[in-house]
T-cell receptor
Framework: GAVVSQHPSWVICKSGTSVKIECRSL??????MFWYRQFPKQSLMLMAT?????????EQGVEKDKFLINHASLTLSTLTVTSAHPEDSSFYIC??????????FGQGTRLTVV | DAKTTQPPSMDCAEGRAANLPCNHSTISGNEYVYWYRQIHSQGPQYIIH???NNETNEMASLIITEDRKSSTLILPHATLRDTAVYYCIVREGRGATNKLIFGTGTLLAVQP
């Protein structure tokens, strides 16, 4: 299957700082990528749809000013958690599909805010 | 909201077939049934998908009932590495912009 890579795999940051997570499609171009968040012992929750060259579409209840998404190229989307707080600690996962194909997921990024 | 219902957990003996059920009674005609699994602390892994017909690949088989209101994922010879949370997802179409909305999934524990 297609390969989606996230970086970093884990990050620890201080409360109040911002953290950027990258999601890359390695062997295909992705006009659309998705960002999910997963808390311990819970399922994945869709946060937003990242569209290449346009604004992201956020799910209800997700603060767009806190979770900044940039999809500047067909192979890269970034999620920036701004002014992170301990409650933002979670497992963040991206996915991407090429044209007409099935969604493939990155390995996830574990964010810990201290 | 997720459109599927799955049992929260199941056990299976190593080497035996694992049959994971999923109910999707409100599925509409253009919606596909997808299965993913998530091993602890990793991203979900695609397993298989289908629309109406039964499907088989190197990982699993997918049996969809004739009325499409339920399906079963079959792992023919479960191994310890198949221990994971399995998600059954109903997805509208197969386009790149179509979302995958995850439900609570089934935790499959393969026992030695």
């Amino acid at each position: 299957g297609a390969v989606v890579s996230q970086h970093p795999s884990w990050v620890i940051c201080k409360s109040g700082t911002s953290v950027k997570i990258e999601c890359r499609s390695l062997d295909f171009q992705a006009t659309t990528m998705f960002w999910y968040r997963q808390f311990p012992k819970q399922s994945l929750m869709l946060m937003a749809t990242s569209n290449e060259g346009s604004k992201a579409t956020y799910e209800q209840g997700v603060e767009k000013d806190k979770f900044l998404i940039n999809h500047a190229s067909l192979t890269l989307s970034t999620l920036t958690v701004t002014s992170a707080h301990p409650e933002d600690s979670s497992f963040y996962i991206c996915s991407a599909s090429d044209r007409g194909a099935d969604a493939f997921f990155g390995q996830g990024t574990r964010l810990t805010v201290v | 909201d997720a459109k599927t219902t799955q049992p929260p957990s199941m056990d299976c003996a190593e080497g035996r077939a694992a049959n994971l059920p999923c109910n999707h009674s409100t599925i509409s005609g253009n919606e596909y049934v997808y299965w993913y699994r998530q091993i602890h602390s990793q991203g979900p892994q695609y397993i298989i998908h289908g629309l109406k017909n039964n499907e088989t690949n190197e990982m699993a088989s997918l049996i969809i009932t004739e009325d499409r209101k339920s399906s079963t994922l079959i792992l023919p010879h479960a191994t310890l590495r198949d221990t994971a949370v399995y998600y059954c997802i109903v997805r509208e179409g197969r386009g790149a912009t179509n979302k995958l909305i995850f439900g609570t999934g089934t935790l499959l524990a393969v026992q030695p």
